[in-house]
């Protein structure tokens, strides 16, 4: 069984800074993509950026510039570093663990999901 565990959300005022961690726990062999989602009340739950293993990363328009996502394969951490936040940046945000390997098996792979992580910018 894995788990995905999100922490770092809460309360920020306008342009300021909050940074999600995300860590992928069981028994894992191999994540090929990890990514971060949101969704606001009301509104689909949208991409705001993912990282593949070997650094490659994709960002929502609106957040580009503002955050950045890494990870750290070893620890199977994924990390989204927000600046500059923004009232529309409030939402639930959601770690996203793709094309999970649970063994050496290539063509098994597994999608999970964290519980959420919530995120307020106000002031």
């Known amino acids: 069984q894995v788990q995905l565990v999100e922490s770092g959300g809460g309360l920020v005022q306008p342009g300021g800074s909050l940074r999600l961690s995300c860590a992928a726990s069981?028994?894992?062999?191999?994540?090929?993509?990890m990514g971060w989602y949101r969704q606001a009340p009301g509104k689909q739950r949208e991409l705001v950026a993912t990282?593949?293993?070997?650094?490659?990363?994709n960002y929502k328009d609106s957040v580009q510039g503002r955050f950045t996502i890494s990870r750290d394969n070893a620890e199977n951490t994924v990390y989204l570093q927000m600046n500059s936040l923004k009232p529309e940046d409030t939402a639930v945000y959601y770690c996203?663990?793709?094309?999970?390997?649970?063994?050496?098996?290539?063509?098994?792979?597994?999608?999970?999901w964290g519980q959420g992580t919530q995120v307020t910018v106000s002031s």
């Open positions: 069981g028994s894992i062999f191999s994540i090929s993509a």
């Open positions: 996203n663990a793709d094309r999970v390997r649970l063994t050496s098996d290539y063509f098994r792979t597994y999608n999970y």
């Open positions: 990282i593949t293993s070997d650094d490659r990363t």
